[in-house]
């Protein structure tokens, strides 16, 4: 059993920058490691997935230029930049065994607790 446990949320105004932490344990070699995030009465929306194994991340058009993904042993990262209002959500982490890494939210089966990110005008 996968548990992941996410790290780094809080508020910031526009234009700053955060660095999201989620620790794994109990995940082997040969997952898929993402991040979505979901704002209040919007849809649940990807925002980054890589594999462990290397490779080119997938991320969302809505972030592309602004957010980096990175997998570090047993910890995957999401760095924010450029954070803008409506980069507002809670950030869920996810883990899926697979080397194919969709945006997709009912693709991963292991989800951490969340962590809220607040951006500010």
């Known amino acids: 059993q996968v548990q992941l446990v996410e790290s780094g949320g809080g508020s910031v105004q526009t234009g700053g920058s955060l660095r999201l932490s989620c620790t794994a344990s109990?995940?082997?070699?040969?997952?898929?490691m993402g991040w979505f995030r979901q704002a209040p009465g919007k849809e649940r929306e990807g925002v980054a997935a890589?594999?462990?194994?290397?490779?080119t991340p997938n991320y969302g058009d809505a972030v592309k230029g602004r957010f980096i993904i990175t997998i570090d042993k047993e910890t995957t990262y999401l760095q924010l930049n450029s954070l803008k209002p409506e980069d507002t959500a809670m950030y869920y982490c996810?883990?899926?065994?697979?080397?194919?890494?969709?945006?997709?939210?009912?693709?991963?089966?292991?989800w951490g607790q969340g962590t809220q990110v607040t951006v500010s005008s």
């Open positions: 996810v883990a899926e065994p697979s080397t194919y890494c969709p945006l997709r939210s009912t693709y991963y089966r292991y």
């Open positions: 109990g995940r082997g070699y040969n997952y898929c």
């Open positions: 890589a594999y462990t194994g290397g490779g």
